[in-house]
């Protein structure tokens, strides 16, 4: 009776593992896509639901700020304006009355997410942070873009909002722009500014921290009505680049976690096709094989039987030949 009860515990325990088990097989997020560069997709689900983005809209904004001619060297200093802007937002480690190179507040942006460092830049350029939000609208409209709407440049407001494969044109954009693609795909930065402590920003976007990956560009992305999102360019060893957008995901990792998934999904899917398209090949080879031996064999065939009919022909004749040779001619056999 008591290894009966056993059994039944160990038993119930593996299967409860299995269940589970299969569960993480699948992912979390409400959205996702996953593109190549050229427009094909690979797999997708709810590619094309409009959702809340969050932070995803900083590589938008910055897209602006750097089409407005940004100086990277050139220092802005900190103001009360850029916390008003983003109140509500994360904390921050930047400083009032404090300025910073450009260049850092980029970082900052794009690696640690910090979203006063996306008012000061657009000041920079001479934009405030409602000017800036219109020309985000503006170039999302240019792009082709009829799903994506912005209502602050942050991210903050839940009012942010676009579509996987919209995210996947606008994260393409960031990658063919040269001073963001490096920085999305740099692993930490450190802002030194004499007399204050030097800020280390570690890629929110942990992918970049595995050269495996190859990240080209991303961005991660946060509020409570978004939930966790990630957009990635991924450049892999002989392939080409491909995006992927997750949003929705439930936690920090688990957007990750759900990249692997997809990931791997998306990998074993392509060997398949890839394998597929082999056989196929091998079996048309494998046929025309066929075809030449047949033929070869029909032609061996063809010329056994010349060689055949052509010794019967001469047989016959020296047969003929004999015959009339031998054969007694009627003048002789007649008597006198």
């Known amino acids: 009776m008591r290894h009966l009860i056993i059994f039944t515990v160990l038993l119930q325990f593996v299967s409860f593992n299995t269940y589970s088990k299969k569960r993480s097989e699948r992912p979390v997020a409400q959205a996702y896509v996953v593109m190549t560069l050229d427009g094909k997709v690979l797999k997708s689900r709810n ?3 409009v959702r809340s983005i969050a ?4 590589m938008m904004a910055t897209l602006v700020i750097l089409d407005e001619g940004l100086l990277l060297n050139k220092k802005t200093m900190m103001t009360d304006y850029d ?3 983003a109140k509500g937002g994360c904390r921050t480690r930047l400083k009032r009355n404090k300025s910073y190179t450009n260049r850092d507040l980029l970082h900052a942006a794009i690696l640690g997410s910090d979203n006063r460092a996306i008012p000061a830049l657009g000041r920079s350029v001479g934009l405030n942070a409602q000017v800036l939000t219109s020309k985000m609208n503006s170039k999302a409209k240019n792009m082709g873009l009829k799903h994506t709407i912005f209502k602050d ?11 996987a494969k919209e995210i996947v044109q606008i994260l393409k954009a960031a990658y063919n722009n040269k001073v963001l693609s490096k920085i999305m795909s740099t692993p930490s930065y450190t802002v030194k500014v004499k007399g204050l402590r030097s800020i280390i920003y570690n890629n929110t976007n942990i992918l970049t921290r595995y050269r495996k990956y190859g990240i080209g560009a991303g961005k991660t992305g946060f509020n409570s009505k978004a939930g966790y999102c990630l957009a990635t360019i991924v450049k892999e060893k002989n392939k080409n680049p491909i995006a992927y957008v997750i949003l929705g995901s439930t936690g920090l990792y688990r957007r990750f976690t759900d990249f692997y998934i ?5 990998r074993s899917s392509l060997k398949v096709v890839k394998n597929s398209a082999s056989i196929s090949k091998n079996n048309v080879i494998i046929q025309r094989v066929k075809r030449s031996k047949n033929k070869n064999a029909k032609l061996k065939r063809t010329r056994t039987a010349g060689k055949k009919s052509l010794k019967t022909v001469k047989k016959r004749k020296r047969t003929a030949f004999r015959s009339r040779k031998t054969k007694p001619s009627r003048t002789a056999s007649k008597k006198y």
Do not use: A, E, Y
Not at 262 to 266: D, K, Q, S
């Open 153 to 163: 440049p942050t991210g903050i407001n839940p009012g942010n909002v676009s579509t």
């Open 47 to 49: 590619g094309d639901s």
């Open 55 to 58: 932070s995803l809209s900083k």
């Open 262 to 266: 997809i990931r791997r999904n998306v």
């Open 83 to 85: 916390w008003k802007v």
